[in-house]
């Protein structure tokens, strides 16, 4: 089985406002992404080194509601009062070539797999039923993307490139352990102990933006 790291996910209160806060940062626009319409979200996103990109989602108002906890835990109370504060880091996604063989890997724990839409693109991605990142976000969500377009092939370059995605967490071994059976290697990703936490540290042509 294959595993790489496909995107990080930033989420915000409002996409318009959560991109202006993005792109403050970044130093250059985020390119229109569209609408996931099973889950009443929409995005916008950055191209980034080794075939990754950078994800600002946020709930679509004008959608119609899931009638269920939208993913990467958007409607959690507690994702809106820290989103209320400027956008912040939700989850990493990692694309594997066999979706179901990476959730025998990790367990039921990541979820169920199931198949999103945006425009004309079609992807598997294991969604849980509260909508929460796995083991808080330290765990990645895993995708399956089908043969032909993805998004980072239609994204402009940029100048941006991932330097360290930090993965905090109180069960260390265990997140390590899982990413091995998993398959998954990478040197920008470092799983360190302490409280559950996500931060990413993406090199600007004006330096380093920091999100958390």
């Known amino acids: 089985m294959r595993a790489e790291l496909d995107h990080i996910?930033?989420?915000?209160?409002?996409?318009?406002?959560?991109?202006?806060?993005?792109?403050e940062r970044l130093g250059l626009p985020l390119v229109q992404g569209g609408v996931h319409p099973r889950m009443a979200?929409?995005?916008?996103?950055?191209?980034?080194?080794?075939?990754?990109?950078?994800?600002?989602?946020?709930?679509?108002?004008?959608?119609?509601?899931?009638?269920?906890?939208?993913?990467?835990?958007?409607?959690?109370?507690?994702?809106?009062?820290?989103?209320?504060?400027?956008?912040?880091?939700?989850?990493?996604?990692?694309?594997?070539?066999?979706?179901?063989?990476?959730r025998e890997a990790l367990g039921p724990e990541i979820g169920e797999i199931e198949t999103m839409t945006r425009g004309d693109l079609s992807w598997r991605i294991a969604v849980r039923a509260d909508g929460a990142p796995p083991a808080g976000g330290a765990l990645p969500i895993v995708i399956e993307w089908p043969p032909g377009p993805h998004p980072v092939d239609r994204l402009p370059a940029s100048p941006c490139r991932l330097m360290r995605l930090r993965v905090t967490t109180p069960e260390p071994a265990r997140i390590t352990a899982a990413l091995?059976?998993?398959?998954?290697?990478?040197?920008?990703?470092?799983?360190?102990?302490?409280?559950t936490r996500l931060r990413a540290e993406i090199a600007t042509a004006a330096g380093t933006a920091v999100f958390d």
Do not use: K, Q
């Not at 915000?12 to 406002?17: H, M, N, V």
């Not at 990703?189 to 409280?195: D, S, T, Y």
């Open 41 to 102: 979200t929409h995005n916008r996103l950055l191209a980034l080194d080794r075939r990754s990109y950078f994800e600002l989602i946020a709930a679509d108002p004008d959608g119609t509601p899931p009638g269920r906890p939208r993913w990467f835990g958007l409607d959690a109370p507690a994702t809106v009062e820290r989103l209320g504060e400027g956008p912040s880091m939700l989850a990493w996604v990692v694309r594997v070539d066999d979706i179901a063989a990476a």
């Open 180 to 195: 091995t059976r998993l398959g998954f290697a990478d040197d920008r990703v470092v799983v360190e102990a302490g409280e």
């Open 9 to 23: 996910v930033v989420g915000a209160a409002s996409l318009d406002s959560g991109a202006m806060a993005v792109e």
